[in-house]
């Protein structure tokens, strides 16, 4: 991942427990330059991907919050069609405890073998997963059933190169400019040009925190502080706060809550329930508390 590297989030499905034609089940894609990750995979979601900006052969990872339908049905369908386009190379599945068993049963159904490794770990909270540009944590949610909480990190920037000041020094336009941004010193005009010179200081990487289903809970709160993008169950409006936790889930009140908390940058509300077809009163609800509170539309892209 280069230092001006695109992340965007990509919401496959929206909705929760069961689709409707407004909102297909869970999914959310992340997609960093040319690699897509994956969180969640309800049912449908291949089909989602063909209709998006995506690609379901960019997917090498995905994530399972938990092991609920509306979170995992996707997957058999997924990497059939990766196997049909003649993948090769291995996908690689991250999900709570029990996720190796339940997956197996479900994926190799039907006569099912893919050409390609399909890899499964399962983690536990408060595990980091480095990759080369980034990495990923887990933190408990509070759910029904053992679940996962993920947060996308990038790792810290280059700091933003100063065309101006390269030019002003002598540095004239083209590899160099390169070299110096990588962080090496060049010779121009006999004149040694560091890098302190024309870079700025290093960047904080951006950060995508993604709950799946869970009531309010202070580990999210704390994992997701200061993200540029939280996204939070708000399966129901406030004036069902009770069954809601009754059944480990939030309002979008709650999330909302969450994200001011949190101090986050953006909210982005997800898994809907079927019985709202209109969300311009969810939304108002999360907007009162937490002004930069968004309910996206399936397929809806945000760069980040």
């Given at each position: ?209 993604y709950t799946g289903d869970t009531k309010p809970c202070a580990e999210i709160i704390e994992g997701a502080f200061r993200a540029d993008a939280l996204i939070h169950d708000g399966t129901l409006d406030a004036s069902m706060g009770e069954i809601a936790l009754d059944h480990d889930h939030s ?54």
């Amino acid at each position: 991942m280069s230092s001006g590297a695109s992340i965007k989030l990509v919401f496959l499905g929206t909705g929760g427990s069961y689709p409707i034609p407004e909102r297909n089940v869970t999914s959310l894609a992340l997609k960093v330059d040319g690699e897509v990750l994956l969180f969640d995979c309800g049912e449908g979601t291949q089909r989602q991907m063909m209709s998006s900006s995506l690609s379901f052969m960019q997917v090498n990872k995905v994530f399972l919050t938990h092991l609920h339908g509306d979170h995992i049905l996707g997957l058999p369908g997924l990497l059939q069609s990766m196997n049909m386009n003649d993948r090769e190379k291995s996908v690689e599945i991250f999900g709570p405890k029990d996720t190796a068993r339940v997956l197996k049963d479900i994926i190799f159904k039907g006569y099912f073998k893919p050409a390609f490794p399909v890899r499964i770990t399962e983690l536990n909270p408060s595990v980091r997963l480095d990759f080369d540009d980034f990495y990923v944590k887990t933190f408990p949610a509070d759910h029904n059933v053992p679940t996962l909480a993920y947060s996308f990190e990038e790792k810290d920037r280059r700091g933003r190169f100063d065309k101006q000041k390269a030019l002003a020094l002598g540095v004239p336009e083209g590899p160099l400019f390169s070299k110096i941004h990588r962080g090496e010193a060049v010779e121009v005009n006999d004149r040694l040009i560091k890098p302190e010179q024309i870079v700025g200081p290093p960047r904080r990487g951006r950060k995508v925190f993604y709950t799946g289903d869970t009531k309010p809970c202070a580990e999210i709160i704390e994992g997701a502080f200061r993200a540029d993008a939280l996204i939070h169950d708000g399966t129901l409006d406030a004036s069902m706060g009770e069954i809601a936790l009754d059944h480990d889930h939030s309002t979008v009140k709650m999330a909302a809550e969450v994200a001011k908390k949190a101090d986050v940058e953006r909210l982005f509300i997800t898994h809907i329930s079927p019985r709202y077809r209109d969300t311009e009163m969810l939304k108002k609800q999360a907007v009162d508390i937490f002004e930069n509170s968004e309910i996206p539309l399936d397929l809806s892209e945000y760069e980040i």
